[in-house]
């Protein structure tokens, strides 16, 4: 007799009659995706163009980064509140919140660019503070929609739909910011840097009403899965789980391994335009790259999904991914210091984040995995909380190993920017105008490279995970499969 695939049938229930999978799932999904899409895109949107926003705000161009820094600062310091209120109050009012503030946010950055406020004095300071104060805003929002995808997948998604939901949603930040990458270095230059902003803020707005629409109720009536038919109250309290993780040595080479990695790739794509314009490669052009590599990511996010639901074995591919992703950083690390080679720098950063974003779900569910019973929020929450340390910590490196470029390749760098549309914006005289100097991030390049070396050496030598939930649904699965047998006998009786 052919077995059911109960998963192609959401509103059926499973063989126990004690578990359902309920349609309605998927528009939660799409909600969660367009909520983190968007996280995505207001939190890299000044980076693929930091000539022009330093000019327009009237600013020096390593206050630009300043932007992505206030997102991994907030996050940092906000995510052990948001995991509180994910755990306690559950994803509905999780998500109406950080959804409330992505658009609020929006919508402050975009009053920073209004003339009476960009150019009342100090050479137009006020406007950028008024921009970050919309920035931190928005970055209020991260932690509650990164945190979410682990959660999600367990109180809606079957344990074989889990890798992929997990991956699904938590790519729309990735893909968010490869928006942001490709668009804009367009809109400013055709534009200009108002018009961007309130674009960014109509998937803001989108997201929220889709979030009202489809989280009525933060879990479903009847739960997916055995795992999943535990109780937020009866997990493990809040501090009494903070405490078994934090005792737990194997999450903590998770961080470091996660912390490092996914750190590293949030710093390179928020330097990027700056490193590659010294080499004669364009805002544009850096834009479209970055574009391709994380939409290259998504496709290999997809495939190691699928496997993941299929073979539970996340270390081993965890190991393959992160291997092949050093690899492609160190070609990466080769070919980008050298002049007029656009093919080169592609390939490797296509196939580098090919192999790089997969990480996300196989990190994630490992977390959840190594550290159950423990409520997902707090593991991803503790795990994205690294990143965002790392990223930190990367951006300030890649501060201070920088050096001033060679004579020879100056006469090539496309670090500029044009003083005069700033002057003309706010009709005021060109007066104390920043200089900049294109820098040679050699070094910085370096550094990364040793560090991510680094961290794929201790996930293969070290890192040794248990999956305690696989364990914990494979003998539930065990005891009703032995309680319908046993039924079935007293019923031939």
Known sequence: MQKKNYA????????????????????ILIALLLLNLSSGMMFLTYSPIPNYTAVFYGVPES????????????????????IIILDT???????????????????IRWISTIPPVLCSHDYQRSGYM???IGQTITAFAQPFLLFAPTKLA???????????CTSITSIGNPVGIAIAYLLSPHIVESNGLPTLLWIYAI?????????????RKSKPDTPPAPSANVEDDSVLGFLHGLRQILGNCSFWGLMLVWGIAAGLFNAMITILPQMLCSYGYSDTDT???????????????????????????????????????????????QVSRLYDQSVNVLLSLCVFGFFALPLVPVCMELGVEITYPVGEAISSGLLWSSVQVFAVIFIALSTAYESPLSQDLISVSKCSHDPVQHASYCNTSIIDIIEYTPQDMTNVVYLYMALIVMAFLYMVVLFKPSYKRVESDKKEEVRIKQGLLSSASKAHL
């Open 154 to 164: 367990s109180f809606w998604f079957g344990p074989k739909e889990r890798a992929f």
């Open 130 to 132: 008024v921009a970050m």
């Open 287 to 333: 834009g479209l790259w970055v574009t391709i590599m994380i939409f290259s990511g998504v496709a290999g996010t997809i495939i190691v999904s699928i496997v993941l639901g299929y073979t539970k074995k996340y270390k081993e591919v965890g190991v393959i991914t992160l291997g092949l992703s050093v690899l492609c950083f160190i070609w990466f690390s």
């Open 203 to 215: 998937p803001a707005a989108v997201a929220l009403l889709l979030t009202i629409i489809a989280f």
């Open 63 to 82: 206050y630009v980064n300043g932007f992505s820094i206030t997102y991994s600062v907030t996050t940092f310091f906000i995510g052990l509140i948001s």
């Open 8 to 27: 192609s049938f959401p509103d059926l229930p499973l063989p126990s009659t004690e578990y359902r999978l309920y349609r309605w799932r998927w528009l």
């Open 89 to 107: 109050c559950g994803l509905r009012i999780s998500l109406y919140f950080g959804a409330s503030c992505n658009l609020i946010g929006a919508v």
